[in-house]
């Protein structure tokens, strides 16, 4: 499932928002339908969201208009900030906005800098697609035959225009013969693991068994889960991930009952400028995505309600963080860096 497909002058989506019951596509020719896309979840997930960028870039480049190359790059600028302002948390978004920019420093002229933009952000999406895939290599040797697997929230090809994070180590131990079942937290607020999560693993022919986040501890403490792993939003130098709110609690019940922790993610996603979670920035989004539950309210009018839509699961809190680049452990200040690769 490529969620996120460039046609040549638009991008074409699939709405995440309306999963698992209807497959709505979208095509996008304007770069404020790519931020308004990503501000509503249409397109989520960190690696996603930073392919969707690349391109929102260059739908809004392909309809500049300019009489110089200066006056070209200043427009592409503000639209750069405008996707830029998306939403803070993933900095796969940022990561993929600076890397389109210094590209487009390096045309001649305009049409040179439009063509560039063009291969860069394909660039960015066919090496996106080959790091899921070699981190989901290093990821399944920590699977072994017969695990039972908890995940939270969506980390699969839908989150990452690829071939999957969290998701894509449990397909490749799969594919690689190994019989694997996963617990999928429902993920509350907006319920990515209950809606996007089971249905790709139904569609991958793994097994899956949908939870409440509530039920991850008694699981864990019955014994029946082997392993947790996850993806992530934005990792700091020291380790610190920053994941869907509920993360932290799952890293915390799983080492309170001695079950690894992993995190899967592209190297994109690691924010080496920042030396520890506490400067991540967290998203706050709406309250009533948690007083209603798909459009339908639950709680009493005039409730407030908080709704960090991330935590930051400390990197005590974590057995191994999985990358394109290898397998890396503590001390990550040193690892991360220079995965060890087992
Ligand atoms: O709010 P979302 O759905 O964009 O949050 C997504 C997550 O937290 C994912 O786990 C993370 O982006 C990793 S996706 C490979």
Not at 142 to 167: E, K, M, P, R, V
Request: glycine residues 8%.
């Amino acid at each position: 499932m490529n969620p996120t497909e460039w046609l040549g002058d638009r991008i074409r989506i699939i709405d995440q928002t309306r999963l698992p019951h209807e497959e709505v596509f979208l095509e996008l020719a304007d770069y404020r339908d790519v931020i308004e896309a990503i501000k509503t979840l249409r397109i989520r997930g960190a690696p996603d969201i930073g392919v969707a960028a690349a391109y929102g870039l260059v739908v809004g480049a392909q309809r500049i208009e300019a009489g110089s190359k200066a006056e070209f790059l200043a427009s592409l600028r503000s639209v750069s900030e405008a996707l830029a302002s998306s939403r803070p948390t993933a900095v796969n978004l940022f990561w993929a906005l600076e890397r389109m920019n210094r590209a487009a420093q390096r045309g001649e002229d305009v049409e040179q800098i439009k063509a560039a933009l063009v291969a860069e952000a394909k660039g960015i999406d066919a090496e996106n697609d080959e790091a899921n895939r070699r981190l989901s290599e290093f990821g399944a040797e920590l699977i072994h035959d017969g695990f039972t697997i908890l995940t939270h929230c969506n980390a699969g090809s839908l989150a990452t225009a690829g071939y999957g994070t969290a998701l894509g180590v449990i397909k490749m131990a799969k594919e690689q013969g190994k019989r694997v079942s996963v617990y999928a937290d429902e993920t509350r607020p907006l319920l990515q693991g209950a809606r996007l999560t089971t249905w790709e693993l139904m569609k991958d022919g793994i097994p899956v068994t949908l939870i409440t986040d509530s039920m991850a501890g008694h699981f864990m403490k019955k014994g029946d889960i082997d392993c947790a792993i996850v993806g992530a939003d934005r990792i700091a130098a020291n380790g610190d991930v920053a994941n869907k709110i509920g993360t932290y609690s799952v890293a915390v019940l799983a080492t309170e009952n001695a079950i690894p922790f992993y995190v899967a993610a592209p190297v994109s996603t690691i924010d080496f400028s920042l030396a520890s979670g506490d400067d991540i920035p967290i998203e706050e989004r709406r309250a009533d995505e948690v007083t209603h539950v798909l459009g339908v309210r639950i709680a009493p009018e005039g409730v407030p309600a908080a709704n960090p839509a991330f935590d930051v699961t400390p990197h005590r809190y974590v057995t191994a963080i999985i990358t394109e680049a290898g397998v890396s452990r503590e001390p990550y200040t040193e690892t991360l860096r220079q995965p060890s690769g087992k």
